[in-house]
C-alpha cells in the first residue's frame, strides 16, 4: 500500500483558517471511515486530533474538525494560534482481506 | 492517568535482533488495542504493527511482515516487539501507542515517548 498524499506544508495568520487534504484511493481513505489525523510537534510524541473522520477525542478544541469526500480527506484548522504550529499526518485503514493502517507523508503548518 | 514507557532500544548489528517492551499503566490494558508506529530520524510516520486487546489478532506492514513480531501480556500490562533480520532501513524511533478501542486497528489516542533502535555495523 501506498503513502497517502499530503501537501508538505500549509500556512496562515492567527485567527485564521487552514485546511490541510489527504488524499487516497478507493482501496483506503475512499473505502473506509477510518481516517485519522495526529498532530506532533519537535522532539514530541503524536497527539490524535481526530479520529474516524471528523470525531474529536476529548480534550481537543473544536477549532480541529475532520471531513472527507470521496478519496480525500481533510483537516480544518479554524481560529489559528501560534501553539497549532506543528507537522500533521493522516492516516487511514487499508485493504481488503489484509488491512494495515497507512499514513501520510506529514504537512507542517506554520503560524505565520 | 495513561502512561506507557519504552525500553529495549538501542544499537543492533544488521542482521541482528533487538526486542522492544512497553509498560503501560492508568487504564485496563486488556481492553484496548496497542501498536507500534516508527519514525526514521527526520521522516515521518510509519505504522509497523498492531495487536488486538486479547492479543488474539495481529497486524503487520508489508515491510516488517515476517521479521517482527508483536505480542503482548496482559497479565503484566506490557506489550512487546520482537525485531529480528534488523536492516539498516529499521532504523528509527519506536513508538508504543494505545489503541482508542479493542479492535486492533484502532487510532491511537496516547503514545509513549520513543525509543531509538539504531541499525548499523
Known amino acids: 500500500q501506498s503513502a497517502l498524499t499530503q501537501p508538505p506544508s500549509a500556512s496562515g495568520s492567527p485567527g485564521q483558517s487552514v485546511t490541510i487534504s489527504c488524499t487516497g484511493a478507493s482501496s483506503d481513505v475512499g473505502g473506509y471511515n477510518y481516517v485519522s489525523w495526529y498532530q506532533q510537534h519537535p522532539g514530541k510524541a503524536p497527539k490524535l486530533m481526530i479520529y474516524e473522520v471528523s470525531k474529536r477525542p476529548s480534550g481537543v478544541p473544536d477549532r480541529f474538525s475532520g471531513s472527507k469526500s470521496g478519496n480525500t480527506a481533510s483537516l480544518t484548522v479554524s481560529g489559528l494560534q501560534a501553539e497549532d504550529e506543528a507537522d500533521y499526518y493522516c492516516?487511514?485503514?487499508?485493504?481488503?482481506?489484509?488491512?494495515?493502517?497507512?499514513f501520510g507523508g506529514g504537512t507542517k503548518l506554520t503560524v505565520l | 492517568e495513561v502512561q506507557l514507557l519504552e525500553s529495549g532500544g538501542g544499537l543492533a548489528q544488521p542482521g541482528g535482533s533487538l526486542r522492544l517492551s512497553c509498560a503501560a499503566s492508568?487504564?485496563?490494558?486488556?481492553?484496548?488495542?496497542m501498536s507500534w508506529v516508527r519514525q526514521a530520524p527526520g521522516k515521518g510516520l510509519e505504522w509497523v504493527s498492531a495487536v488486538s486487546g486479547s492479543g488474539g489478532n495481529t497486524y503487520y506492514a508489508d515491510s516488517v511482515k515476517g521479521r517482527f513480531t508483536i505480542s503482548r501480556d496482559n497479565s503484566k500490562n506490557t506489550l512487546y516487539l520482537q525485531m529480528n533480520s534488523l536492516r539498516a532501513e529499521d532504523t528509527a524511533v519506536y513508538y508504543c501507542a494505545k489503541g482508542y478501542g479493542d479492535y486492533g486497528l484502532s487510532p491511537c489516542d496516547y503514545w509513549g515517548q520513543g525509543s531509538l533502535v539504531t541499525v548499523s555495523s
Open positions: 492516516s487511514s485503514y487499508a485493504g481488503s482481506n489484509n488491512f494495515v493502517v497507512i
Open positions: 492508568g487504564f485496563t490494558f486488556s481492553g484496548f488495542a
